[in-house]
């Protein structure tokens, strides 16, 4: 277990939805990292927050938005779904990320079925 | 950019054979290199890590060595058990950027 949640474990729904999926970093880690795993594009960047900021985008279309809390937890926002973006998506934290490294723990993942 | 290439998968052996999945990088100044590991319905596990060249990063029973020279770090274990299917990610971080860069990912079947 790596200290990271992410709910729901599952979400099904239609095209032109909009779903919300919350990660729950680690006690005390500032970081939220995003993450999107599909067959046809690989383990992907999508955002970085710390302590409330954004930080870094990646491959994040805009029709998907972030946001983390005052408590630390974070929401990551899709609208407009489209079948393309079913896929695992997975939050990860970190304790500053603002050195060279700090390893990344991640969430068990929230998989999006979109029909 | 950074980019990260994976020896293509599925690698199936049979148990108590010798494992080794490639991985080469492309990554400005010098980047900390990670093997990931995904069992099944699981998310991603740190499997190892080395932070500058040279470093040799080990857990049970891999080992992979950052060589900086043919900017590589292959994963190896001397001899693979079933428990060790899963799928392996190689990655990287690089500079001012704090989030991954993986590979493709390889997936490894180990028969008994």
């Known amino acids: 277990d790596s200290g990271v949640t992410q709910t729901p474990k599952h979400l099904i729904t239609a095209t032109g939805q909009r779903v919300t999926l919350r990660c729950s970093p680690r006690?005390?880690?500032?970081?939220v990292y995003w993450y999107q795993q599909s067959l046809d594009q690989g383990l992907q960047f999508l955002i970085h927050?710390?302590?409330?900021?954004?930080?870094a985008k990646g491959n994040i279309l805009e029709r998907f938005s972030a946001q983390q809390f005052p408590d630390l937890h974070s929401e990551l926002n899709l609208s407009s779904l489209e079948l393309g973006d079913s896929a695992l998506y997975f939050c990860?934290?970190?304790?500053?990320?603002?050195?060279?490294?700090?390893?990344?723990?991640f969430g068990p993942g929230t998989r999006l079925t979109v029909l | 950019g950074n980019s990260v290439t994976q020896m293509e998968g599925p690698v199936t052996l049979s148990e108590e054979a010798f494992l080794t999945i490639n991985c080469t990088y492309t990554a400005t100044g010098y980047p900390s290199l990670f093997w990931y590991v995904q069992y099944p319905g699981e998310g991603l596990q740190l499997l190892l890590k080395a932070t500058k060249a040279d470093d040799k990063g080990s857990n049970k029973g891999f080992e992979a060595t950052y060589r900086k020279e043919t900017t590589s770090f292959h994963l190896e274990k001397g001899s693979v058990q079933v428990s060790d299917s899963a799928v392996y990610f190689c990655?990287?971080?690089?500079?001012?950027?704090?989030?991954?860069?993986f590979g493709s990912g390889t997936q490894l079947t180990v028969l008994p």
């Open positions: 990655a990287l971080l690089s500079g001012s950027a704090r989030q991954l860069t």
């Open positions: 006690s005390g880690d500032l970081s």
């Open positions: 927050y710390y302590n409330g900021e954004e930080r």
């Open positions: 990860a934290s970190s304790a500053t990320g603002q050195t060279s490294y700090n390893e990344q723990f």
